[in-house]
């Protein structure tokens, strides 16, 4: 629900109005201007037992206060001042109500009757009917609207107070009911109704098995890891680590792939370097034979050039037996040297052309080795470069290799990591829905609230609230919310402990983040927040406030900011400070001055007959 206006209303009265915004409204200003008396007025519309009128209020007879409904329906409430009856218009109606009501109600919530203020806007926004706690053996009750009221309407008192933001009072009394009110809101379901209750011998019997359950619970939320985050968190986390897996799975199967191409590579260029060795060794062998046939063939040619010469003196200068043919002078004819020099010079001279012949082949197969010697070699050495190039790619992406493999254990320790996580939690829940279906058979250990919140939906909500302080640059961490004693912790520190400026900061953003968090989940809830002085003794460590439009640097400024910007419900502010100038831009912002000339004088105007 939303609500529209606030109007005050009477017979030859200028009314008193404010018209709320959707999203955020600021009253702010001098002080004893009426700022809180429109807190006040609000809660009285919504079925508080009574109204502190203040002096300007005299004459007014009338309070209207517009609301529009989650269906978009608009209607009018209207109360007198001291009266216990409120009046339905279904319109928007701005001024002084001279018509009858569409429907009459009770101001008092009255489970006996639907006849009443309270049942009615229960119905209205969906919760009508919803039962709650009373105590610790299963009694229940049926949801009243002030009992969530005090969620999102904070006064200045309360504000500051010691008292829980859960709580409406100190002491014991209804502590059970306004704890699982809490639980209603964050979980969306109210208790179930009781239907045949266990026996005696029965509820003992279940609330031990409650204890166990409790213990085995709490076991396991000490495993639960603290900055570990919800489970929610927990399954995004896991979600971006499948995903980040599968991105790294593909680049190292990109970079494995290069590997083994330059490997494979590198082992086929091994391979024809290999050959290219073994034909240059046969080569090489081929060149040394065939050089030393050479020497044998130029050797040869060398004796046979020796004997032509040789044989020439010796028939030339010796008498007596043939030094060629052996016959005796007496034997030998005329010119017999001669005719025998001529045969061996013949036969010299063929043999020198054969060998001749021989060599030169032979220069010829030598010339053609050594070529292709050349070739090959030519050949090995660009084979070489290339095997150089492939060991550089190999070195290059085995170091590319390296961290992604790195990053790749990593994944998988985190993913386990988080898994487990999981399956704690999933555990945890197990172990609650078991507890859960005891303590619907009306059996709960004592000291403990029956429907105790489920772990992780308070683990959820507690990282709302620092969500929340975060948008607002509130220097804490670690916050939690302790369901059994209903109390809000920082760390170590209870809020209880906290000083008036932190205590008020903790509980503003307690109703903001539960508002926020139950409209974002679309469970059931009243849609709006009103703070009365959520900030006023708030002062912000080592920050200064400035007059610089250009330097807003404090948590004033980033709380206004934030509940125009993120916050999903509707925020109605009272404080004394000055909004930072661009919510006043786009808020419904008012100005109470209390200076008839300046701004407005305050929630009530300055009547003409008046001597204001």
Not at 44 to 49: D, F, I, K, P
Not at 595 to 602: K, N, T, W, Y
Request: aromatic share 6%; net charge negative; glycine share 8%.
């Amino acid at each position: 629900m939303r609500l529209l206006h606030l109007t005050f209303a009477g017979l030859g009265r200028t009314p008193a109005q404010v018209l709320f915004d959707p999203k955020l409204t600021v009253i702010y200003g001098a002080s004893d201007t009426g700022k809180s008396f429109v807190t006040e007025a609000i809660d009285y519309m919504l079925g508080a037992r009574k109204l502190s009128m203040i002096p300007e209020a005299e004459g007014y007879s009338q309070i209207l206060l517009g609301v529009q409904f989650p269906d978009g329906s608009v209607v009018t409430l209207m109360r007198g001042p001291t009266s216990s009856k409120v009046s339905v218009y279904e319109a928007d109606l701005r001024g002084l109500i001279y018509q009858a009501a569409d429907l009459e109600l009770t101001a008092q919530h009255s489970a006996r009757s639907s006849k009443n203020l309270s049942r009615y806007l229960l119905e209205r926004i969906g919760l009508d009917g919803s039962l709650i706690s009373t105590n610790d053996t299963g009694g229940t009750k049926l949801l009243g609207f002030r009992d969530l009221l005090h969620l999102c309407l904070v006064n200045e008192t309360r504000m500051v107070s010691k008292v829980s933001p859960v709580l409406r009072a100190t002491g014991t009394s209804g502590q059970t009911a306004h704890k699982s009110v809490l639980k209603l809101l964050l979980t969306g379901a109210g208790e179930p109704s009781g239907g045949d209750r266990p026996t005696p011998g029965q509820r003992r019997v279940h609330k031990g098995k409650i204890s166990l359950l409790d213990e085995l619970i709490l076991d396991l939320q000490r495993q639960l890891d603290p900055q570990g985050g919800n489970e929610a968190e927990l399954v995004e986390q896991l979600r971006r680590i499948l995903t980040t897996q599968d991105e790294a799975a593909r680049s190292l199967r990109e970079i494995t792939h290069q590997h083994a191409r330059a490997v494979a590579r590198r082992a086929e260029l091994s391979v024809t370097l290999g050959q290219y060795d073994q034909r240059l060794g046969e080569v090489d062998d081929l060149l040394g034979r065939f050089g030393l046939l050479r020497s044998q063939y130029e050797s040869d040619l060398a004796r046979l050039e020796m004997v032509s010469e040789a044989g020439s003196l010796l028939g030339y200068f010796r008498t007596g037996t043939c030094v060629f043919c052996g016959a005796e002078p007496e034997h030998q004819s005329a010119n017999h040297g001669h005719q025998e020099t001529t045969a061996l010079h013949t036969a010299v001279h063929a043999e020198s052309a054969k060998t001749q012949q021989l060599l030169s082949d032979l220069h010829l197969t030598l010339q053609d080795l050594q070529g292709q010697r050349q070739e090959i070699a030519d050949k090995r050495t660009v084979h070489r470069a290339q095997a150089e190039q492939a060991d550089t790619l190999i070195t290059h992406v085995e170091a590319e290799l390296q961290p992604l493999q790195v990053q790749a254990a990593e994944l998988m320790s985190a993913r386990s990591q988080v898994e487990a996580q999981l399956g704690l939690h999933r555990r945890i829940q197990e172990l609650e829905d078991v507890r859960a279906g005891l303590v619907a058979d009306g059996a709960v250990p004592g000291g403990r609230p029956s429907g105790s919140i489920p772990a992780g939906v308070v683990a959820e909500f507690d990282r709302a609230i620092e969500r929340t302080l975060e948008q607002w640059h509130v220097r804490i961490h670690d916050v939690a919310y302790d369901q059994y004693s209903a109390e809000l912790f920082v760390g170590d520190h209870a809020r209880s402990g906290h000083g008036k400026g932190m205590r008020a900061v903790l509980h503003a953003s307690f109703a903001v983040s539960l508002a926020d968090y139950c409209l974002r989940k679309e469970h059931r809830h009243p849609g709006f927040v009103v703070l009365d002085s959520p900030l006023v003794t708030y002062r912000q460590p080592g920050v200064r406030r400035t007059d610089d439009p250009d330097l807003p640097d404090s948590v004033i400024d980033y709380f206004y900011r934030d509940l125009f910007h993120r916050f999903s419900g509707q925020a109605i502010v009272v404080e004394n400070d000055d909004p930072p100038a661009d919510i006043v831009e786009q808020a419904h912002v008012y100005m109470f001055s209390r200076d008839p000339h300046d701004h407005r004088f305050g929630f009530f105007p300055v009547q003409p007959d008046s001597g204001q």
